[in-house]
């Protein structure tokens, strides 16, 4: 984890559980000649607007009070929700995605493939399972976890 989205974690975590929202995610990313930090948010029930903006807000004070500043180069701060498809990246979001639509990308292809979609029907600690179609059959595959780049909801149409 780099210093700044290490740093930023540790600023964030009191103002989300002061009002009891969830951590999803922090990055720290160049795009272009810009620079953002982005931090994703989340509530049983979905977060809003407003209460990106309140975290947006209260980081931006614990960050612009810092002493020595955290992020030296100029930078865009981004508080939003995950969004529709929210990445897997803890074990209770794996938990949550079970019995749901995801999406996971392989470090290596599998049958000539490093990426399946398809509902989560069986996960432990070293594997998880997907169900999903060929054509007209269904196919039942399980994946070892550490094989598994990325994973994220996905929505199916």
């Not at 490093?114 to 269904?138: A, I, S, W």
């Amino acid at each position: 984890m780099s210093s700044v989205v290490e740093t930023v974690t540790n600023l964030v975590t009191p103002i989300l559980d002061e009002n009891h929202f969830e951590l999803v995610d922090v990055e720290f990313v160049k795009e272009g000649k810009s620079w953002y930090l982005r931090v994703y948010i989340d509530k049983p029930n979905g977060i809003n607007i407003e209460e990106c903006a309140l975290v947006s807000d209260k980081l931006s004070e614990k960050l612009d009070s810092c002493d020595p500043d955290p992020i030296p180069q100029a930078y865009y701060l981004e508080v939003s929700s995950p969004g529709a498809e929210r990445p897997l990246k803890k074990e209770k979001d794996y938990e949550r995605a079970l019995n749901k639509y995801i999406h996971i990308s392989l470090y290596q292809a599998i049958d000539g493939q490093k990426v399946y979609e398809g509902t989560m029907v069986d996960l432990n600690k070293e594997t998880l399972t997907l169900e999903y179609r060929v054509k007209t059959r269904t196919v039942t595959k399980t994946f070892d976890r550490n094989k598994i780049a990325k994973a994220r909801l996905a929505i199916k149409f």
